[in-house]
T-cell receptor
C-alpha cells in the first residue's frame, strides 16, 4: 500500500511474554519513528531511525524495549517480559527526511494496539 | 508532565456551532503542528505553523501560532459531524526530529 503499514493491529498477550510489532514505512522514506499512545495521554517518543545513522533510543522507557530497522526499511519493536503498564497503542511513522520544523510531513500508521493481561 | 497543555480535554457541540481548542506551553518551539486522529487510525497532519503570529486557514479551520511561539489555537467555524475526532498539537524544536505532543482534545459534533 501507499501508507505506513503496521502489524499486528491488535495483540493481547500475557504478562511476562515477549511481543514483536512490525512497521513497513512508506517506500523511500529515510526517517522512521516509533511513538506510544496511552489512554488520555499524548504520543510519547520512543525511538528514531534515520538512514544508516545510529538510532536515537532516548525515548525507550526501559531495557525491555528494543527496536531494529533492517535494510533501511522495515522496523521491528520488541518488548520483552511485558508488563501491564506496557498496554498502549504503538504508532510507527515515517517521513522523507527528519526535522518536522522544516515542513517535512510525518505519516503515521494505524498503530498496533497492545493489551497485556 | 506534558510539555504542551491542551484545553479543553473534551468538547461536545451541536452541528453549526463554532469551537476553539488551545495548545499552551512554557517552551518555545520552532514549529507547531496540528493533527486529527480518528478511532483506530493514526494521527493525520492538518497544518504546520512556523512563524510567530502566523495564521493559516484550511476551509473552516483556522490555526494560529502565538507571537512568542509558545502557544497555538485551532478554531473551527460551523462545525460538522465530520469534524469529530481527537485533535492533537505537537511542537518541534529547531533541527529536532522529535515531536512533543499534547494530550489531545476530543471533539464531538452532534448532528
Amino acid at each position: 500500500g501507499a501508507g505506513v503499514s503496521q502489524s499486528p493491529s491488535n495483540k493481547v498477550t500475557e504478562k511476562g511474554k515477549d511481543v514483536e510489532l512490525r512497521c513497513d514505512p512508506i517506500s523511500g522514506h529515510t526517517a522512521l519513528y516509533w511513538y506510544r499512545q496511552s489512554l488520555g495521554q499524548g504520543l510519547e517518543f520512543l525511538i528514531y531511525f534515520q538512514g544508516n545513522s545510529a538510532p536515537d533510543k532516548s525515548g525507550l522507557p526501559s531495557d525491555r524495549f528494543s527496536a531494529e530497522r533492517t535494510g533501511g526499511s522495515v522496523s521491528t519493536l520488541t518488548i520483552q517480559r511485558t508488563q501491564q503498564e506496557d498496554s498502549a497503542v504503538y504508532l510507527c511513522a515515517s517521513s522523507l527526511e527528519p526535522a518536522p520544523d522544516r515542513g517535512n510531513t510525518i505519516y503515521f500508521g494505524e498503530g498496533s494496539w497492545l493489551t497485556v493481561v | 508532565t506534558q510539555l504542551l497543555e491542551q484545553s479543553p480535554q473534551f468538547l461536545s457541540i451541536q452541528e453549526g456551532e463554532n469551537l476553539t481548542v488551545y495548545c499552551n506551553s512554557s517552551s518555545v518551539f520552532s514549529s507547531l503542528q496540528w493533527y486529527r486522529q480518528e478511532p483506530g487510525e493514526g494521527p493525520v497532519l492538518l497544518v504546520t505553523v512556523v512563524t510567530g503570529g502566523e495564521v493559516k486557514k484550511l476551509k473552516r479551520l483556522t490555526f494560529q501560532f502565538g507571537d512568542a511561539r509558545k502557544d497555538s489555537s485551532l478554531h473551527i467555524t460551523a462545525a460538522q459531524p465530520g469534524d469529530t475526532g481527537l485533535y492533537l498539537c505537537a511542537g518541534a524544536r529547531s533541527n529536532d526530529y522529535k515531536l512533543s505532543f499534547g494530550a489531545g482534545t476530543t471533539v464531538t459534533v452532534r448532528a
